[in-house]
């Protein structure tokens, strides 16, 4: 089973549209983020959500907009998509929102911007 | 906030050979230090983590060192094979807050 799953895997759309990204985890942890990772790989935490509150916000532009219908799913919403969010974007989920807590990773949607 | 430098960005080894990639952090608060694995088209997969209060930590072929007065920490990997061929990142975290390395790629060649 898969333990966090995000959809879809690929998404190519053009500037200036609204997009989202689903996220889903079945381990039953408290706490689900948000990663960007660019084309040189470098991994930038975006958002993290613990039972519904917000608990990290990056400088992250509020054209980003992270949505929790409930604890195992944490969306990602994009709007007025521009060419520098092309990225792979990565969920994420730990049991809870402290310390010495493995964070399990998605498979990651990559997102290019046209 | 926290800052993490990881060295090299690209390192290439001969089967059989060992591998160490080191890692420095700034914010003495962290407590955390995990390493993760990324093999192409996935997403990071932990490998071996320490906390603040050891120095050394082994599994199999997989050690992590922490100097906390220097702020460094290092991963070594022994024996090493082509499917350890990847890129890894360090983190180091303090609650809920990990910042990641830039990640180091790693080839063995067999």
């Known amino acids: 089973d898969t333990a966090v799953s995000q959809t879809p895997k690929y998404l190519v759309t053009q500037m200036g549209n609204d997009k989202s990204i689903k996220c889903e985890q079945n381990l039953g942890h408290d706490t689900m983020y948000w990663y960007k990772q660019d084309s040189k790989k470098f991994l930038k935490i975006m958002f993290s959500?613990?039972?519904?509150?917000?608990?990290i916000n990056e400088t992250v532009p509020n054209r980003f907009s992270p949505k929790s219908p409930d604890k195992a799913h944490l969306n990602l919403h994009i709007n007025s998509l521009e060419l520098g969010d092309s990225a792979v974007y990565f969920c994420?989920?730990?049991?809870?929102?402290?310390?010495?807590?493995?964070?399990?990773f998605g498979p990651g949607t990559r997102l290019t911007v046209l | 906030g926290e800052n993490v430098e990881q060295h090299p960005s690209t390192l290439s080894v001969q089967e059989g050979d060992s591998a160490v990639i080191k890692c420095t952090y700034s914010?003495?608060?962290?407590?955390?230090f995990p390493w993760y694995k990324q093999e192409l088209g996935k997403g990071p997969q932990l490998i071996i983590d320490i906390r603040s209060n050891v120095g050394e930590k082994k599994d199999q072929r997989i050690a992590v060192t922490l100097n906390k007065t220097a702020k460094h920490f290092s991963l070594h990997i022994t024996e090493t094979q082509p499917e350890d061929s990847a890129v890894y990142f360090c983190?180091?975290?303090?609650?809920?807050?990990?910042?990641f390395g830039a990640g180091t790629r790693l080839t063995v060649k067999p």
């Open positions: 959500y613990n039972n519904k509150e917000l608990i």
């Open positions: 914010d003495s608060a962290s407590n955390y």
């Open positions: 983190a180091a975290s303090m609650g809920h807050d990990m910042r």
């Open positions: 994420a989920s730990s049991q809870v929102a402290y310390a010495y807590n493995e964070q399990f």
